[in-house]
Every structure is written in structure tokens, then in C-alpha cells.
């Protein structure tokens, strides 16, 4: 009996070891399909070079002589400056991590006007108690008495009218593209009419925090009133601003914030003592006033400093702020040494004491920078 058990499974040993295991041992070759061979053949080396070289910066052929000028008008009424000029479109089309300072000329062409030119803000405003314009945009003259304070609430709710009214231009669509392909670093806007952040992809946070978003306000924005108080944010309401001595009893030179309001009224029934209301006021950054998020845009321009971004748009603006003044020529001096580009466009020439604060041009574009859409 036990010789037969034996002689069974001697004989089972036998057939089974004629049928192929169902994971074969490491000895055993395994067979290869065609896609597989196929995908051996290609060497990680050489795939990776490929990758590499479509991805590639196309190379710069020309560079004009520093300070050159590009006349808009002249080039596209058919003058030739066609070097300088494709120059100019290598940068807008080939550079990878741009940097756009941005002032009051992008958005002129759509009906907000600028602070200096011979139509702007600082002379039409000028009266028999506004020696300039440029006062209104100073705190400690702005609250200075209720007549300058009605002007000044009527100049934001005139130009929060306009900015509704407005449509985003020609140069705002052409930032918002370069946004959308991943090519702009950031935009940093001296703008308060808020025409660019509503572009899909020239976005902003109110308040400012990180990460940062792609456009920075830094002056602020006529579309919010924030609370000197609580900080509530709330978007702009121009009928609760008095600006002028015979508007309805319900508007206030500077009106009272409705939550400080609501949680002081809290307070008393608790038997609380109070903590005072608030103010609203436009959030819009005036002179002789501390920057509330000065710190944060600091440390966001030293982050984008490191990024090392290789070209630099300064785009409608005299760089007349000292802060800002300050960003650019930190920004072009980053970029100069690394060899990037950097880029002047205005319908003025900048002034010499200008040019030896920033220390390098590549190009100034002169002219509307709208035009710079269609060369783009």
C-alpha cells in the first residue's frame, strides 16, 4: 500500500513538472511583446536630450546698443527699424519669466485717465482750494477739512464710475496671454481702476497674502473700502460717500463701518464697554501714509528677485514713487547682470536723471503701448 502512495506520487511529480509555472522562476526568459521591444530600444539619455531641445529658448541674434529707441509710429507707418523691432518681439515672445512694472498709461486707452500728463488727474482737478491734484492723493491733506474730503470722495467715485464703464485694453489682453502660457512672473500695477485683475489670468487677492497671486496692486484699488478698525473689506459703494455739503443726510464725509456697528450694539447688551466704530475709506494707498501691506509686497518682490526672472517690461509709468522707483532698479539690476532684457515703453522719453537711477535699458519703446499689441 505505502509502495503504491510512493509510485502515485512519483507519477504526479512527473506530469506536473511537464506544465509551465504560473510565474516562472528568475532562470526562465520571459517572451517580449513588439511594443515592448519597441520601448527598450529607446535610450533615457538620448529621450531626455529630445525633451530637452523642443522645450528649448530660441537663441537671441541681435542686441541693440543700450538706451536705443524704437518709434512705434514710424515703424508701423512703414520707416524701417525692423531689427529693433523684432527685438522687441523676441522678448515679448521668447522670455520665460517675465517681470511688468505697470502705471497709469496702460489704461488711458480706456477712457481712465493718468496722474501727470497735461489731461491728467494732478491739473484737472487744481481749484481755488486744490493748489493740485496731487493733493487729493495726500492723507494728511485729504482729511485735512470736509471741503477737501468731499473732492476727494467725488474724484474716487468718479473714477470708480469710469473704471466700471471700462473695458480692459489691448495691452492688458496681451499680459493676460503671456499669463496664460506661464510666461509672466508677475505684474506689479501702480493702477487703482482694477481693469487688469479682471483678466482670466492676471488674478489678485484681496487682501494681499500667499502664495502671491500674479498681479500686485500696489496702490490699491478704487472697487473695495476697508475699515480702519475691524479691516472688513467691503467692494465699493459710492452712495454712502457725502461729496458735497447738499448731498442726502444718509451719506457721511467719512461713513461709519456697519460691522463695527452691529458687534459694538452686541457689546452694550452684554454689558460690555465699548471698543469704538470704525471708519470706511476707499482702499486706496495715498502719500504720508504707512503702506498696510508694504512688508508683504517686500518680501514677495525679494522672492521674484531669486526666481530669476529674464526680462523686465516698464510699462506707462515716469517712476515718480520712490518705492517703486526702488522694486525697478533692484529688478533691472538683477536682470542686467544675468544678460536678460529690459524693456522702457512711453509715450515720453524717460528723463536722464531716470536713466542713471535705473543704470540700464535695453529698448525704449516709444509710443501708445497699445500699438505693442499688434507687433506682439
Request: aromatic fraction near 6%; hydrophobic fraction near 35%.
Amino acid at each position: 500500500m505505502v509502495h503504491e502512495l510512493m509510485l502515485n506520487s512519483t507519477q504526479n511529480d512527473s506530469n506536473d513538472s511537464e506544465l509551465l509555472p504560473l510565474t516562472p522562476p528568475a532562470t526562465v526568459e520571459k517572451r517580449r511583446s513588439d511594443s515592448q521591444t519597441k520601448r527598450s530600444e529607446v535610450k533615457p539619455k538620448k529621450l531626455l536630450t529630445q525633451l530637452r531641445g523642443s522645450n528649448r529658448k530660441s537663441r537671441l541674434k541681435f542686441r541693440p546698443q543700450p538706451f536705443t529707441v524704437l518709434d512705434l509710429n514710424d515703424h508701423l507707418d512703414g520707416l524701417r527699424d525692423d531689427k529693433n523691432a523684432d527685438f522687441l518681439r523676441y522678448a515679448l515672445r521668447h522670455s520665460r519669466r517675465i517681470v511688468v512694472i505697470a502705471g497709469a498709461g496702460v489704461s488711458v486707452a480706456a477712457g481712465i485717465p493718468d496722474f501727470r500728463s497735461k489731461e491728467g488727474l494732478f491739473s484737472s482737478l487744481k481749484d481755488k482750494n486744490c493748489a493740485s491734484g496731487k493733493d487729493l492723493f495726500d492723507y494728511n491733506q485729504v482729511y485735512s477739512s470736509d471741503e477737501m474730503s468731499y473732492k476727494f470722495n467725488g474724484m474716487i467715485a468718479n473714477l470708480h464710475r469710469l473704471s466700471q464703464g471700462a473695458q480692459p485694453t489691448a495691452f492688458h489682453s496681451m499680459l493676460d496671454e503671456i499669463a496664460s502660457e506661464g510666461r509672466l512672473q508677475r505684474l506689479y500695477t501702480q493702477n487703482i481702476d482694477g481693469l487688469d485683475t479682471r483678466m482670466k489670468h492676471l488674478n489678485t487677492k484681496i487682501p494681499l497674502e500667499k502664495p502671491p497671486p500674479v498681479t500686485i496692486q500696489l496702490h490699491g484699488s478704487v472697487n473695495h473700502v476697508e475699515c480702519n478698525m475691524c479691516s472688513k473689506i467691503e467692494n465699493f459703494d459710492p452712495s454712502i460717500f457725502r461729496c458735497s455739503s447738499q448731498d442726502v443726510d444718509e451719506a457721511q464725509v467719512v461713513p461709519t463701518c456697519p460691522q463695527c456697528e452691529e458687534f459694538e450694539s452686541v457689546r452694550m447688551i452684554a454689558g460690555l464697554r465699548s471698543k469704538g466704530i470704525g471708519k470706511l475709506r476707499p482702499r486706496v494707498v495715498l502719500y504720508n501714509e504707512i503702506h498696510p501691506e508694504g512688508d508683504l509686497i517686500g518680501e514677495i518682490a525679494a522672492s521674484d528677485l531669486k526666481k530669476k526672472p529674464d526680462c523686465l517690461i516698464i510699462v506707462g509709468t515716469s517712476l515718480q514713487i520712490p518705492g517703486v522707483k526702488s522694486l525697478c532698479k533692484q529688478l533691472v539690476q538683477a536682470i542686467a547682470d544675468r544678460k536678460g532684457i529690459i524693456l522702457y515703453m512711453n509715450k515720453e522719453l524717460p528723463t536722464k536723471s531716470l536713466i542713471d537711477i535705473i543704470g540700464s535699458i535695453d529698448l525704449i519703446v516709444l509710443g501708445d503701448c497699445q500699438e505693442v499689441s499688434k507687433l506682439f
